[in-house]
């Protein structure tokens, strides 16, 4: 069984030619567990440019959250462990980085919004002084000044009232009020990569508007790059540059927004884009993929989506698929990429 | 397709008030939460009326009011021509069985330290007359068929299965008294987008092979639409607009659901950038204090004095066809509007 390695270069890069800002290349993460050691990413690759917003797409358990980590330098290790791959950020591999030089990166230049505000939040400080004491730490503002910028920012994620309400407690702000303060607290020191991780799986649909709508806002502002972790097709629909689909620890498909909802090239993408409940087909039976999520302590062997897969033919039992590349842009992990394209079932 | 079968149930003015009490010796009231406030609606036989709208808006609340998990403040719900408050005996018996429900969380909903078998056949413990004791573990095995899980698994426990096969054994212990009425609050939310479209297929397969009437109750909007003869929608403790899926969906005309509709990122990238949105700003007021007259008025863009001083009913509107609890409803499609 060969376990493939992508270069840098087969990377979907719109901005051809110019060096992306952050580029994760064949990253693998392990945990060691009572049960045996769970690969949780093995082999994931993407790039981002300023400016460009890249969703990741792939259901609980897929390896989104621990990539992202990984790119924070927030793991736990013991018990991860990264045993093979690169963190480029403007060219440098964060992974040779000291600890004291990656915390000064993160927060700093690459800063991270959390699914869960409420316990990502300190409920033992006022939301005045979390955010103030970002400004306290790293630009060694008075805490004067440092509260003046922390109303300034609740300010400006449209918390309303923000002066009277720098005082109170996470507890005391609804779901979505308390996800604006992560984002403040996030962009307090102007980050040059935000990933947001399922910032809005946990609110309604009103309130996910107002907090897609704000992160597009800032990001104009600011050119920053963003990483959009979602399961939710309909939101990478309505704010991704490109999308990276992660199946098992693995990129499955990398390519343009718009290229995968015309034309998928991997059948799990095209699955989950089936299984959209769809108007014109109200009554039928909706699209299904078959099957459960792999377990990552017994993947299977070869393509980890072969049991699941109409397209499977007897290599993809034995072999892993490489990360074909299609174009200059899109790139996908299926030896039979041309047939799915086609929409030939084997 | 709106009305399949018989009336099977009917809510009329249904409310609930939560005490809010002040005082940690001496508990004091202070107001109510006014989870649910006149709720009327019908479901007939084979039918289902999704359920929509944003947290804490009385979804649940209304569920466990039909389940009579909870005491209602005041209204009625009444079952196959039975009033829930007032059925005594052998006829509350009847109706108890007759209304069943799915919950949201296949993680916590199920007793982990009970096996399969256990948590299925438990309902026949107390309706022993759907299923002798001899015959249960046939029937149990029988029901796991049903939902598409191996029968030799009877002897397991929740955590060797999955969350949507979990969500499978929820779904056969709500079928195992063989009720009429299937109360699902949230189905399918805490299930992997690849599973979600199982669990849906079983339900609605389900559907047909029983005749079953659902309340789903759901907040993914497009699989409301896809499972849904009929939609309510709920704002703060009250249905502001009723209709068909296609009425609701196509002709909203009430500026809460016009809004929630336009909320929902549509997945299809093309023309994106051109599609109408209506961002509401801030939160739902807190149901201890609703505004006056309309509950929306705070919210709402197109209010008006009336809306203050004047709640508007739920009633057919001029020029809309369904009940809309909007003075100015006025038919809408916001979905493939582009502005
Ligand atoms: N036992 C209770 N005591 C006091 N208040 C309650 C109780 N149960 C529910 N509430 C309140 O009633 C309101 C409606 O709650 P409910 O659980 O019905 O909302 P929901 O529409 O199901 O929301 P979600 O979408 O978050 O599930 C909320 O304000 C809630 O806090
Ligand atoms: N600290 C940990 N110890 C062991 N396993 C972990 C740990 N963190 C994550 N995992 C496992 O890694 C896999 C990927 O997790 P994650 O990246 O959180 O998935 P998601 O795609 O849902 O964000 C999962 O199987 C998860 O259980
Ligand atoms: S490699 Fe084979 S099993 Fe894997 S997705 Fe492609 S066709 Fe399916
Ligand atoms: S009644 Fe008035 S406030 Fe209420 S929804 Fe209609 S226009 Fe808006
Ligand atoms: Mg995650
Ligand atoms: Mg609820």
Redesign the interface.
Known sequence: MKNPSVDTHLLPADNLGTAPLLAVDNLHVEFKTRQGLVRAVNGVSYALHAGETLAVLGESGSGKSVTAQAIMGILDMPPANIPKGEIRFRGTDLLKLSDNARSQIRGQQIAMVFQDALSALNPVFTVGWQIAEMFRVHRGMSKKAAYAKAIELMDRVRIPAARQRVNDYPHQFSGGMRQRIMIAMSIALDPEVLIADEPTTALDVTVQAQIMELLAELQRDSNMAMILITHDLGVVADVADKIAVMYGGRIVENAPVHDVYKNPAHPYTKGLLESIPRVDLKGQELYAIKGLPPNLLDMPTGCAFHPRCPYRQDDCVTDVPPLHEISGTRSSACHYWREVLDGVQG | MASKGELILEVRDLVKHFPLTQGIVVKRQIGSIKAVDGVSFDLHRGETLGIVG??GCGKSTLAKLLMALETPTSGSVRVAGKDLATAKGADLKRIRRNIQMVMQDPYTSLNPRMTVGDIVGEPFEIHAEVAPKGDRRKKVQDLLEVVGLNPDHINRYPHQF?G??RQRIGIARGLALQPEIIVCDEPVSAL???????V??LL??LQDEFGLAYIFIA?D???V??ISDRVAVMYLGKVVEIGK?TEI?DRPSHPYTQ??L?????????G?ESRE?I?????PPSPANPPSGCRFRTRCWKAQEICAQEEPLLQIRPGVGHPSACHFAEAHDVVHATG
């Open positions: 944003e947290s999955s949507g096969q992997d987008v690849s599973i979600q479209a199982q849906i297929n609605e397969r907040h909007l497009s699989v639409r896809h899926d969906y809004a929630l336009s909320a929902v990122p549509v997945p299809d990238p093309e994106r949105r961002i509401l700003q801030g939160d």
